[in-house]
Nanobody, 115 residues
Framework: QVQLVESGGGLVQSGGSLRLSCAAS????????MGWYRQAPGKQRELVAT???????SYANSVKGRFTISRDNAKKTMYLQMNSLKPEDTAVYYC?????????WGQGTQVTVSS
């Protein structure tokens, strides 16, 4: 089992940057597929970016070229570097870990982008 804690959210102006972190506890972090999701008020949770255990990445079209997902298995931490932020990026950002058929979620961190 793994526990996830997100950090790094906050208030930033449009065009600014933030880096989110997702720290994991437990063993076998390197085996987990990891991902960032977000949920804006009144909207469904949506996928932002994923990174596999092998390091392959994928992104939602809305964030391609602006966000970068990465992981440091030695630190048991996943990151999301967010550049050129837009007001529509405002949401609670969640990290998820998946191994086999089990998903684990963090508690979320708020990102607010002002125009």
């Amino acid at each position: 089992q793994v526990q996830l804690v997100e950090s790094g959210g906050g208030l930033v102006q449009s065009g600014g940057s933030l880096r989110l972190s997702c720290a994991a506890s437990g063993s076998a972090f390197s085996l987990y597929a990891m991902g960032w999701y977000r949920q804006a008020p009144g909207k469904q949770r949506e996928l932002v970016a994923t990174v596999t255990s092998g390091g392959s990445t994928s992104y939602a079209n809305s964030v391609k070229g602006r966000f970068t997902i990465s992981r440091d298995n030695a630190k048991k931490t996943m990151y999301l570097q967010m550049n050129s932020l837009k007001p529509e990026d405002t949401a609670v950002y969640y990290c998820k870990a998946t191994l086999a058929v089990r998903d684990y979620w963090g508690q979320g961190t708020q990102v607010t982008v002002s125009s």
